[in-house]
């Protein structure tokens, strides 16, 4: 009986909590005092509780273009492969022979392309397109990838920026990575060659990096931004072996490695842009929600919004979580698996997900947000509860079993945005790669 007492008053104050700060969203302008709050950061990171939800996309795009058109952040980048998002950013730019941004998205082929691939992104890069067309060249906003996948594209970009900046070190980079050629661009096949040859091509990648490094200055006025994008796909293949030399031989957790390149892509742009650039960050909430917020510091897991935090200082990034009660997604059922719209259930008892949808039934609101960093207003969303999380992996009639990370909200992130209900992203129909390697936790994320 007193723990049914104590529950009820826990309930009470958390909708209570959110039901007094809740901001109502309807439309674009119903984000200025929000985006307001983000002017003085210098990164704004948009979460999603899932890749294939189409509400969380559309309002990641609304809040980029008022930063972007309102603020002078510099650029986004996102939880992507970086060549397939650099050949995007040239489309930005009047850089690449594509007529449409739809064009301009058939670069995405790695699975699952519907990730960037898809309606909400093709408008934004059209209207970033537009954007840039009425700015001088160092005053463009620009779109960059910050993942860890694209061994081999990779590779390829390597040899074909250093072509134009350095032959001969193109033909000792070619050379070097031919360490990889017996495993015929399979990941999954180096990494079962890391089993038995613990070596592998370490070595190798990490030479090349160190030589191109060491012609920065030579070439830096010539050839600038051919030299930055080799060195930044040098600088993957030597984090992609390491992330699957770690994932086949458990030196140290695989997200580690690919959240610490994440962070470190990200000080790189940075330093590209100045002292006082400003940068956004779209990618998962298991990725930008603060780990010593959750589970994932008991299981020494780290992420970008984290590591954020402890490299800007919290006062200079934002935190930005998404969330629902129930509704539709796009994923797959398997890895490298068909693209399925899927129905969302309603959220956990006694989660996040369902204190929200009980404060917005009583507000008769289906998407709003809450802004997190006052704690004397708050306080009552530190509490720990589940949150849901859901991968390109899903399976909605297992989600009471998993797809729930313990989370402490006004710790996690500044300020949380919620769709009660939310539909399915819209994806582009095209062929993908089904050569690579799963993401392993949670789900795919």
Known sequence: MLFSVVMNKIITSIEDVIIENAQPLHERRD??????????????????????????????????????????????????????????????HSELKKETAREALGYFKRWPTWMWANTEVMKLAQWMKTYNESRS???????????????????DEVIKQLRKVNPGLARQAREHYACFSPFQRDERAYARHLKFSPAGCEAQVVKVLTDMLKIRVENIKDHFEELFDAEQNARIVKNAEDYYRTMILGVEDSWNVRDRHMIET????????????????WAHNTHIGDYRATDMVKEN?????????????????????????????????AWDGPTQKMAVPPGRPASYEAHFHAAAQKI?????????????????LSQVLGHRAIGVVYNPAYERLGNYVPTSLSRRYDGFIFIDRTSALIPFAQEFKREDIPETWPQGV
């Open 266 to 281: 990200l000080e790189i742009l940075f330093k590209r842009f100045g002292p006082e650039s400003k940068g956004i960050v």
């Open 137 to 155: 060249k160092d005053n463009k906003a620009s779109f960059f990838g910050l993942d860890v996948y694209s061994l081999f594209e990779s590779i």
């Open 301 to 333: 897991l780290v992420n970008i919004g984290g590591l954020a935090r402890e490299k800007w200082g919290a006062e200079r990034v934002s935190l930005v979580g998404f969330g629902t009660y129930q509704g539709e997604v796009i994923a797959s059922n």
């Open 364 to 380: 008769h609101e289906n998407a709003f947000y809450v802004w997190l960093h006052d704690d004397d207003k708050v306080g009552a």
């Open 31 to 92: 984000l200025s005092a929000l985006v307001s709050k983000f002017s003085q950061s210098k990164v704004v990171m948009l979460g999603e509780a899932s890749h294939g939800t189409q509400e969380f996309y559309e309002w990641r795009r609304l809040i980029s273009e008022e930063l972007i058109s309102q603020y002078g952040f510099n650029f986004i980048a996102v939880e992507g492969d970086w060549p397939p998002c650099a050949e995007l950013n040239r489309f930005l």
